[in-house]
């Protein structure tokens, strides 16, 4: 029988309430996994919510993490910003220098507002009209993304392959897990491609390296998982 109290939290240390499917939640997963902390995991069936969650997220979303005075924290940028202030002795996901702070925050701040929307609208849209429209515009953003990154990488002291070169930072780990449902889902359902052309190429350059970091894969799902988790938003598929 459904129970109507949250399961036991973590007794002394963090519970997080995650879906696989929701980047939003692999964000923080990917936090976790960086600064190698336990941690006790509570799946939420977003299509079936327990009656409890309200208790944890009133908003009713994931990803939420408990912390030892029982304190909940929600927003997953926020949680993944509380976890590199926390850990940053263990994983050094923030920069120090206020300059690079600010760019990790812009780059976030630019995939979520000129990216994400048009992604979600494109999955809503049934005319192919529309679909082309909003095709052609989610690439226009990602070139924008594609030249933040090259800019980035000029100035980097170091070379490397992430948005800091070397560093692997919350800009990274917040991103990749958009890419990743954008690429799978929007892929199958709307024959969405980011090209494999020059304008993307920094893009790809970046993608394919945070896609070999064990916290990413770790925390990833196959394609099929998310194919099938963003089916609801599809109107021809939400039957
Ligand atoms: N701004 C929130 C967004 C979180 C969010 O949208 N989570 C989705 C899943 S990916 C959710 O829980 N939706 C609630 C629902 O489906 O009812 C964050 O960054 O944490």
Not at 188 to 206: D, K, Q, S
């Amino acid at each position: 029988m459904a129970s109507s109290q949250p399961p036991e939290p973590a007794e002394n240390g963090l519970t997080l309430y995650e879906n696989p499917v929701c980047p939003f939640a692999q964000r923080v997963l990917i936090a976790l996994a960086e600064a190698g902390v336990e941690y006790k995991r509570v799946y939420i069936d977003l299509k079936n919510k327990p009656a409890w969650y309200p208790q944890i997220n009133p908003l009713g979303q994931v990803p939420a993490l408990r912390v030892e005075d029982a304190t909940i924290i929600t927003e997953s940028l926020i949680i993944i910003e509380y976890i590199a202030d926390r850990f940053a002795d263990r994983a050094a996901l923030m920069p120090r220098d206020p300059l690079l702070r600010a760019r990790v925050r812009y780059l976030i701040n630019f995939y979520d507002t000129r990216v994400n929307p048009i992604s979600h609208q494109l999955l809503h849209a049934t005319d192919p009209a529309e679909q082309k429209t909003l095709k052609l515009r989610i690439r226009e953003s990602l070139k924008g993304f594609n030249d933040l990154l090259a800019k980035q990488r000029q100035r980097n002291a170091e070379e490397g392959p992430y948005f800091l070169g070397k560093q692997f930072s919350l800009a990274d780990l917040a991103i990749a897990p958009q890419i990743a449902r954008l690429v799978a889902v929007a892929g199958h359902y709307r024959g969405f491609e980011i090209p494999r052309t020059a304008e993307y190429a920094e893009l790809h350059r970046w993608y394919d390296a945070v896609r070999k970091r064990p916290s990413f894969k770790g925390s990833s799902e196959p394609d099929d998982t998310y194919i099938e988790g963003f089916r609801r938003f599809v109107p021809e598929f939400n039957k």
